[in-house]
């Protein structure tokens, strides 16, 4: 299959969805059935693990739009509130697999008092975005995929997908980190057949947050894959989430189960914090997870609590106060200039003033010295009398 101007040897794309899965990409819908979910679910240990309901009543991803690139999305599962479907197979924008809508739950699954499954960020905006229809597709639809989900105004794009590296990959990934969008990237699953690591892109390009694989152990799985840049670790085995038709699956493995729990954490992030870019949202997560344990595993396992909440004193920087505007013309009138006139007249005043003060003090002294003398003039004393 020839994708848009890229041969078909150059599409060796695989969904990340569980170690040694490679199904061909079909156009047929009536070929892609989903194995059948369970109609019940339990509280998985993920949910447990990352204790995501504890960051609710601060956020819980209000106003934010998530896009995934993926199968599609069951939008009549009772969980799922899908505001947008993109179809670029050219088949139907429903997941005739089941990965997409798994992903879809895991992200924004809503909280029902009946179902004790919650996704990460129950209230942020989901739109679906289908590149292929079954366990292999297109490079080319995942680099316009990518680029849709920016122009559609994506806040955070959440991407199960591994790949080499490609030109139209790369430049799709720029264009989006160069939108402001967190690109959420599965770091892959090491292919068990052959023994071949190589890095997983698009996870491995600079910018995005690159997510690996944990069990209910806390430890990276063995089959998350080193070598691509780890940014965080998120469960990923064992993994429960919503299923098409009204169903759940709960034993879903692979790093493209890992990466939606990251994104839905990165919604609450830039709900909570609209006055990040995307740079410091990842940066956020990658400094709040709880600690590296080994090869492959970045920064540790994600903490949505403290990925909302931490306090971080890089982001708390003193600002000078804004310089005031300046007043208005007018606004401070302008003092009058001297009145030399008045100032002599007031001089001359002073001076009378002080002049008749000093001629009655003078008067006060002398009345009463004439009057004992009998106003005689008094005897001037000459030397030697």
């Known amino acids: ?62 106003g934010v739009t998530v ?36 992903v879809a739950g895991i992200i924004a699954g809503s909280d029902r008092k009946d179902v004790p499954f919650a996704g990460v960020a129950p209230k942020a905006r989901l739109i679906s975005i289908k590149q292929a229809n079954g366990d292999r597709g297109d490079v080319a639809l995942l680099a316009e995929g990518i680029r849709r989900a920016a122009d559609l105004g994506a806040d ?3 991407v199960s997908i591994q790949t080499t590296d490609q030109p139209d990959l790369k430049s799709a990934v720029e264009y989006a980190l160069a939108n402001d969008v967190v690109i959420v990237a599965a770091a892959g699953n090491v292919q068990q057949q052959d023994g071949t690591v190589v890095p997983a892109y698009p996870a491995a390009y600079e910018g995005v947050l690159s997510v690996g694989a944990a069990g209910p152990d806390g430890r990276r799985t063995n089959f998350s894959n080193a070598a691509t840049p780890v940014s965080v670790l998120a469960p990923g085995e064992n993994i429960t989430s ?31 914090h609209p006055e990040l870019d995307n740079v410091r949202v ?37 600002l000078a106060p804004a310089r005031p505007d300046p007043l208005p013309s007018g606004i401070v009138a302008k003092p009058a200039p001297p009145d030399h006139e008045a100032m002599a007249r007031a001089g001359g005043i002073a001076l009378g003033a002080v002049g008749a003060a000093a001629l009655v003090t ?9 009057r004992r003398r009998g106003w005689k003039p008094g005897r001037t004393a000459v030397p030697g009398d």
């Open 156 to 158: 955070v794009l959440n």
């Open 1 to 62: 299959m020839v994708g848009r101007g890229i041969l078909a040897g150059a599409l060796a794309l695989a969904l990340a969805a569980g170690p040694g899965t490679a199904a061909a990409a079909v156009r047929e819908p009536q070929q892609c059935v989903p194995k059948r979910g369970g109609m019940q679910v339990g509280e998985s240990w993920a949910q447990r693990r990352l204790a995501f309901t504890g960051v609710w009543p601060l956020t819980r991803g209000e």
């Open 362 to 370: 003078a008067v006060s002294l002398v009345i009463p010295l004439g």
């Open 282 to 318: 990842r940066r956020r997560i990658e400094l709040t997870a709880d600690g590296a344990s080994g090869s492959g595993t970045g920064a540790g396992m994600v903490n949505p609590l403290l990925a909302v909440s931490e306090i971080l004193p890089s982001e708390v920087v003193a």
């Open 242 to 272: 919503t299923w098409p038709g009204a169903a759940y699956e709960q034993d879903l493995d692979g790093t493209s189960y890992a990466a939606p729990f990251v994104a839905g954490v990165a919604a609450l992030v830039r709900a909570r």
């Open 67 to 102: 896009a995934f690139v993926d199968t599609g999305v069951d939008p009549r599962h009772p969980q799922l509130d899908v505001a947008k479907s993109v179809d670029l197979t050219g088949t139907t924008p429903l997941d005739c697999v089941g990965h997409g809508t798994a």
